[in-house]
């Protein structure tokens, strides 16, 4: 058996990542994430709401005007909740700032088409009334993004791979 500095680099075995040198809050388990998830979705939820309801009635906007700037710092406010809050870890993210909002941004756009499809193709086949649809499309939606959020947006850079002697290939 050869010794394991003598064996090429493109030949070696690599051991699985070890999690356990992460910080707790970014080692794979949801749970604390999933808290703070949904903590920060329902700050949010409040603040759209109070947003909107106050531009609309004590400053007098049109609803129609009020209801896009609501959702605009809604948006704004969940996005910096879930880098600094959700998702903040002591690992470096995978991507920049720019790629995360950019990402962020389509999957907000998808999460909007998909609830307006669905509560507007779905109540009458299904038998069912738009809330219903409505309130089961979002939880639906709620854990594609936590899982999106968590895998593909504000996810740490991943370590290099540790390698560990095994066997040989074409020895």
Request: a positive charge; one cysteine or more.
């Amino acid at each position: 058996m050869r010794n394991q500095d003598e064996v090429p680099a493109s030949l070696r075995v690599r051991a699985p990542p070890d999690p356990s040198h992460l910080p707790r809050r970014s080692r794979p388990c949801g749970l604390g994430q999933g808290v703070r998830f949904a903590l920060a979705g329902g700050t949010v939820g409040l603040i759209y709401l109070a947003t909107t309801t106050v531009l609309a009635d004590a400053v007098g906007l049109p609803f129609e005007m009020a209801l896009p700037i609501g959702f605009s710092i809604a948006l704004m406010v969940h996005f910096t909740l879930q880098r600094v809050f959700v998702w903040s870890h002591g690992e470096a993210f995978a991507l920049p700032l720019r790629h995360q909002a950019t990402r962020y941004l389509v999957a907000a756009v998808a999460q909007y088409g998909l609830t307006a499809a669905s509560t507007s193709l779905l109540p009458s086949p299904l038998g069912v009334s738009t809330e219903t649809v409505y309130v089961a499309t979002v939880g639906v939606l709620a854990v594609t993004n936590f899982l999106l959020f968590r895998h593909a947006i504000f996810h740490i850079q991943p370590t290099a791979p540790e390698t560990a002697p095994g066997p040989l290939v074409g020895a």
